[in-house]
């Protein structure tokens, strides 16, 4: 590669070389410290941000979001929404199906950090990695469904409608996972009295809040109208714009975290 | 047991945990038995119209019992933690445990995700055509009772790790019986071929045989859970017996 003046971590640059360079750059310092246990978790952490844009990229891009799809909708109007939007709903759902996974290494991030907690022992850190795994797969589970309706969309509209539901629900309903994760984090921090905790308090609270706020999501199949239908102010935007918010806080949290045990790393390495 | 004495009391998470487990499975057990009537199963040899009356019967039931799946279900992986711990601390490879771990975090999806969404579509349209129905009710209980392999091989790498454990974490009779859990799995597979005798989802063997089995299976790993956080040393070597008159004291009085 063509020898290029340093320009430190910053990811302001849009090029994509410069993207490229300024990754090689992180990744060849944190090879040179491989004894850190944290070697290479900036990697993933810079990840982050490019994930980020395409998640919101993606899902306004599916005309399903925009404006939520209505489950009062019927399968003739179902039908049609797939024929008008075929394009918008396979390259949004192809985009989210690539990327919904890329969720688990910032929750593993997460799990890395849970090692320093003051525990007795792993089992919250175990809770949190059998339920990290299958939030992201019910997610791509719902892409297979609204994929598979828009593959064939001049099918039966009462099939494809059949499918547009087992996402939705899908994609509402399963929220079990998010919501025993947040309470296993919150416990986890709260259990993590030590000097200098792994997560400052609010966190624990701040976990404990966001697992609230999607409970009422799991109720959305008892009703097609108001705030608790799929397309209402609770099931909907309260959750997802929980969801945002814990990915987002979370990420800087474990950025703060991950930072200054790279920093001590590399201390004691020296 | 106090705030303050679960907050002092080492083995608060292994506690909670357990706690955690007893509360899944019972809720498990009422919403599955007694709300939602998802078992004992509807009949396999339904018609496509019988399938839909079974929908319209079991409305109620079925959207408040599959939401509380669906706000608890997480829950699930406070038992798979504990066994986890529980194989980490044998004298075996930590590969079982983890093994154990991915396995079973696995099977959330497909073992109880699959069968509330289908049920779930189900009774969001009683109008939706009977043929479609059908369908919807057959994907609930296949993928419920047919989800066989994450447990039959879970089942067997924790019986694996016990009988070769010198730690003594569990007695080695525990390590048959996952056995038998592990059988169940392969008797339950004749469902996805047959829909009358004793072979179906609610035949003899794929359902009244298999939830005995499952029954009396978890009840016992749940009290040997416990006797194994009681017996617990935070050491690496053999598990202290526990004296059969300690093993019904409250954690509180146990814990050192």
Redesign the interface.
């Known amino acids: 590669m063509r020898a290029r003046p340093h320009r430190g971590h910053s990811l302001g640059h849009i090029g994509t070389l410069d993207l490229v360079e300024t990754l090689l750059t992180v990744v060849r310092k944190d090879a040179s410290l491989r004894r850190v246990p944290s070697s290479g978790e900036r990697v993933i952490f810079w990840t982050l941000p490019a994930v980020a844009v395409i998640w919101l990229a993606a899902f306004f891009l599916f005309p399903g979001f925009v404006r939520p799809m209505s489950?009062r909708a019927s399968a003739t109007e179902v039908a049609t929404f797939y024929r008008e939007h075929t394009a918008r709903i396979r390259y949004s759902m192809i985009l989210l199906n690539w990327f919904c996974v890329a969720l688990i290494p910032l929750l593993m991030l997460v799990v890395e950090r849970m090692r320093g907690m003051a525990?007795?022992?792993?089992?919250?850190r175990?809770?949190?990695?059998?339920?990290?795994?299958?939030a992201p797969?019910?997610f791509l589970?719902t892409t297979v469904f609204w994929l598979l309706a828009a593959f064939q969309p001049e099918r039966a509209p009462?099939?494809t409608?059949?499918l547009n539901?087992?996402g939705w629900?899908?994609f509402t309903?399963?929220?079990?996972?998010?919501?025993?994760?947040s309470?296993?984090l919150a416990?986890a921090i709260h259990?993590d009295r030590q000097e200098q905790p792994v997560f400052p308090r609010w966190v624990a609270h701040f976990n404990l809040v966001i697992g609230l706020a999607l409970?009422p999501?799991?109720?959305a199949?008892?009703t097609?109208t108001g705030v608790f239908a799929w397309d209402g102010l609770v099931s909907f935007w309260v959750k997802n714009v929980a969801i945002a918010i814990w990915i987002i806080v979370m990420s800087i949290v474990v950025g703060h975290a991950v930072e200054s045990d790279h920093a001590a790393g590399a201390e004691a390495v020296a | 047991m106090t705030r303050r004495s679960l907050r002092d009391n080492?083995?608060?998470?292994?506690w909670?945990?357990w706690g955690a487990t007893v509360f899944f499975y019972n809720l498990y057990a009422v919403v599955f038995f007694l709300f939602t009537h998802i078992q004992p199963p509807g009949q396999p040899w339904y018609s496509p119209d019988q399938a839909s009356t079974w929908f319209t019967e079991h409305h109620h039931g079925l959207?408040?019992g599959?939401?509380?799946?669906?706000?608890?279900?997480?829950?699930?992986?406070?038992s798979?933690?504990?066994i986890?711990?529980s194989i980490?601390r044998m004298s075996v490879s930590r590969a079982f445990s983890y093994s154990y771990?991915?396995i079973?975090?696995?099977s959330?999806?497909p073992g109880f995700?699959f069968i509330?969404?289908?049920l779930?579509?189900g009774?969001?349209?009683p109008e939706?055509?009977p043929q479609?129905q059908h369908?919807?009710y057959q994907l609930g209980f296949l993928s419920f009772s047919g989800t066989m392999g994450v447990f039959l091989i879970g089942s067997l790498i924790w019986m694996c790790a016990i009988l070769l454990d010198g730690n003594r974490v569990f007695p080695k009779w525990f390590g048959y019986l996952n056995l038998c859990n592990a059988l169940t799995e392969v008797v339950v597979s004749p469902s996805w071929i047959f829909k009358t005798g004793v072979f179906p989802w609610n035949g003899l063997i794929a359902w009244w045989i298999d939830v005995v089995i499952f029954g009396i299976y978890t009840g016992v790993f749940i009290t040997l859970l416990r006797s194994m956080i009681i017996r617990e040393d935070?050491g690496t070597g053999p598990l202290p017996a526990v004296p059969a008159w300690r093993f019904w004291q409250s954690p509180v009085e146990t814990a050192p």
């Open positions: 489950p525990h007795r022992t792993p089992i919250l175990f809770c949190v990695i059998g339920v990290a795994g299958a797969i019910a589970t009462e099939l409608q059949l539901d087992l629900v899908t309903c399963g929220v079990p996972f998010l919501v025993a994760q309470g296993f416990l259990f409970i999501a799991a109720f199949g008892l097609k | 080492p083995k608060r998470e292994l909670l945990a959207g408040i599959l939401a509380l799946i669906f706000v608890f279900g997480g829950l699930s992986a406070t798979i933690a504990l986890t711990y980490r771990l991915i079973y975090s696995v959330a999806v995700l509330c969404v289908a779930t579509a009774i969001m349209r939706r055509s479609l369908w919807l935070f």
